[in-house]
């Protein structure tokens, strides 16, 4: 067998590992994010917001935001936490791996909201910083149960 037949069958082991590795961490993602965000809409959102939704700035951050915050690092946390070993190396897959679900998530929810009456500035730059920090959150504590597993 040559080296190009070789390199060749090795690299489209590799792309399919990546493949599956990626399925993985987001299938993983995808499942929490849900599960927490039900979650958090069914006892947080329903119980202490209501239909009118949060009455003061304050209370968006308490009642909406944190708890969310708490989803998006959580689902973060759970994809990379799945991403297995081999690929855990590259850091540019890992982070691809953690960061895909809820920055899908983050774009469907402007998608759905975009022409909502009262959408505006203010709401996206609150859901984006909450995406960033939830992220943000979440990789840190898989780097740092990593560094304290490892």
Same mark, same amino acid.
């Given at each position: 067998?040559?080296?190009?037949?070789?390199?060749?069958?090795?690299?489209?082991?590799?792309?399919?590992?990546?493949?599956?590795?990626?399925?993985?961490?987001?299938?993983?993602?995808?499942?929490?994010?849900?599960?927490?965000?039900?979650?958090?809409?069914?006892?947080?959102?329903?119980?202490?917001?209501?239909?009118?939704?949060?009455?003061? !700035? &304050?209370?968006?951050? +308490?009642?909406?935001?944190?708890?969310? %915050?708490?989803?998006?690092?959580?689902?973060? $946390? /759970? @994809?990379?936490?799945?991403?297995?070993?081999?690929?855990?190396?590259?850091?540019?897959?890992?982070?691809?791996?953690?960061?895909?679900?809820?920055?899908?998530?983050?774009?469907?929810?402007?998608?759905?909201?975009?022409?909502?009456?009262? !959408? &505006?500035?203010?709401? +996206?730059?609150?859901?984006?910083?909450? %995406?960033?920090?939830?992220?943000?959150?979440? $990789? /840190? @504590?898989?780097?740092?149960?990593?560094?304290?597993?490892?």
């Amino acid at each position: 067998m040559s080296y190009y037949r070789a390199s060749a069958a090795t690299s489209r082991s590799d792309r399919k590992g990546n493949v599956f590795a990626f399925t993985r961490a987001w299938a993983v993602g995808v499942v929490v994010l849900a599960v927490s965000e039900y979650v958090q809409m069914s006892l947080v959102y329903d119980t202490f917001v209501g239909p009118r939704g949060p009455r003061s !700035f &304050g209370g968006a951050v +308490l009642l909406v935001h944190l708890p969310n %915050l708490v989803c998006l690092a959580l689902a973060t $946390w /759970a @994809a990379a936490h799945a991403h297995p070993e081999p690929h855990r190396d590259h850091l540019l897959r890992h982070a691809t791996a953690a960061f895909a679900v809820p920055a899908a998530a983050q774009l469907l929810t402007l998608a759905l909201s975009w022409n909502r009456p009262g !959408f &505006g500035a203010l709401d +996206l730059g609150m859901s984006s910083a909450v %995406l960033l920090a939830g992220c943000a959150v979440g $990789w /840190a @504590a898989e780097r740092w149960q990593g560094q304290r597993d490892g």
